[in-house]
């Protein structure tokens, strides 16, 4: 029995080293890279801490395992810099942010399995990636949000996704118009710690991007995704929930034009389905390469039945590159919101230091 | 007067040729590995590679582009006026590209020599250059064209 096993082991050695004896001789090609974020808040909401934070800190690997196989993993660590169990304030955490198997083939499809970042609208793909974007944050619509009293703040769609996706590129002239599209099934929301899926119901996605030849910079996409979110966005279990998104960018060596809206279907605590819409609208402008004030109204309407109970958030800010991998910037939002038929409202000033490496 | 004549001719085909083919006068020499099939590539698809929206050839294999370090002149000519952004703009789109997951960064480096030789070691790679002699082996020329 055991000689047999043996065999077996030997055999199946032998079979890998014979299919892929290059790939075992060849050199490593592992590269690690990642980004990083400190920031400092002060805000005059009840109940807010003003103080400094260790935002996050991603140490993103890349390795190819041939031309065409690329592997990635980015490992998150966020809010803090320790992990203590013990400590019951502790706020921080570590989490796999992403960890994929890319297969190319061509041009027009290319394959992912793993954990993936939905590919939803402007944001979503850099999502903590400040170092990418103007602002301190990435827009509203992306973060958490708290759209009924009592009900804890969630996302509009899955941050993240478990599963596989098709995507791929494809020239559409020779002036150099694309199309680029991403689609996938993932096990969606309310996947359990270990990544697998809680329930039978998988997530769709897709998203379509379409890059005119006729002026260098502009783009415009949409984007839809789909689950059945287990603890539901106002806290209905396995609620079937659908978000379909636009989005326009126009993008040259000083100005960045962006525009984004949603369309988000859940039900509500009263068992109701309910429609949220959320735009924003954001204008940058880059003087002498550096330096780049940008501005960003955003508008919430949790209820599309209900126009009476709106949030917006206005926001001002100052980019400054220090180099094309260091970023300072400060924001300040004005946050004005209804509730119980009164006007409320909230300052907040963001000021960070993102990094890419 | 037939000295006249001749230099302000000579001034006006000066002036012609600078207006009309501005692109080419500036223009770098792309090379790629010669293990890629590819003879001949647009402006608009050269772009399209050096801003992360192409990542890889026909064939599938990962494209590899080589760039030189952001202060160079050979950078800054081709960033201008083949991309129309700044070599800062440029490594800022990077930054996004790379960060999503979506590309790999251009390898950067410093020497003509230094694109050459990365091109002959990677049969993915592109890159551009000014001085075209002492090619290594596996390094070949390609046409750029309007379209």
Known sequence: ?357 | MIIRLKYHTLLLIASSVLFFFPSKIFCQTIIINKTNPVEKISKSMLRNIFLGNNVSWENGRRIQIVDFISDSPLRKQFDENTLMLSPQKVSMIWVKVSLSGKSIPPKIVHAEEDVKNFINENEGGIGYIKNVTNLPQSVKIIQVTEE
């Open chain 1, 1 to 357: 029995m055991k000689t047999n096993r043996y065999k077996i082991s030997l055999i199946t050695c032998l079979l890998i080293l014979h299919y892929f004896p290059d790939n075992f001789s060849q050199e490593r090609k592992y590269d690690l890279y990642g980004y990083g974020q400190v920031e400092y808040q002060a805000s005059n909401k009840k109940n807010s801490i003003n103080g400094f934070n260790q935002r996050r800190i991603n140490l993103i690997g890349e390795y190819f395992i041939d031309q065409n196989i690329r592997v990635l993993s980015d490992i998150e660590y966020e809010g803090g810099s320790e992990l203590n169990t013990t400590d019951s304030i502790y706020n921080g955490g570590i989490k796999v942010s992403r960890m994929w198997i890319e297969y190319t083939l061509n041009p027009a499809l290319n394959f992912r399995a793993g954990k993936m970042l939905s590919p939803f609208g402007l944001y979503n793909l850099i999502h903590d990636a400040s170092a990418s974007y103007y602002a301190v944050d990435a827009p509203l619509m992306y973060l958490r949000f708290k759209f009924f009293p009592g009900v804890r703040a969630q996302r509009l769609i899955s941050k993240y996704n478990t599963g596989v996706s098709v995507f791929g590129t494809f020239n559409l002239n020779k002036q150099g118009s694309q199309i680029e599209y991403d689609l996938g099934i993932s096990n969606g929301r309310g996947s359990l710690a270990d990544g697998t899926d809680a329930n039978q119901n998988k997530a769709v996605y897709g998203r379509i991007l379409f890059r005119p030849s006729f002026l260098n910079g502009l783009q415009f996409g949409t984007s839809y995704y789909a689950d059945k979110n287990l603890s539901g966005i106002g806290g209905i279990e396995n609620d079937y929930e659908t978000n379909l998104g636009i989005d326009f960018q126009y993008e040259n060596n000083s100005i960045q034009l962006q525009a984004e809206s949603m369309l988000s279907t859940f039900t509500n605590p009263t068992s109701v389905r309910q429609t949220t819409e959320v735009h924003y609208v954001q204008v940058a402008y880059t003087f002498w390469d550096v330096l780049t004030p940008f501005f960003n109204f955003t508008s919430v309407l949790p209820d599309f039945k209900n126009t009476e109970n709106t949030y917006h958030r206005w926001n001002a800010g100052l980019n400054y590159a220090v180099s094309a991998n260091l970023y300072l910037k400060s924001e300040i939002q004005f946050h004005t919101y209804e509730e119980d038929n009164s006007e409320n409202g909230f300052i907040v000033f963001k000021s960070s230091l993102a990094v890419a490496f």
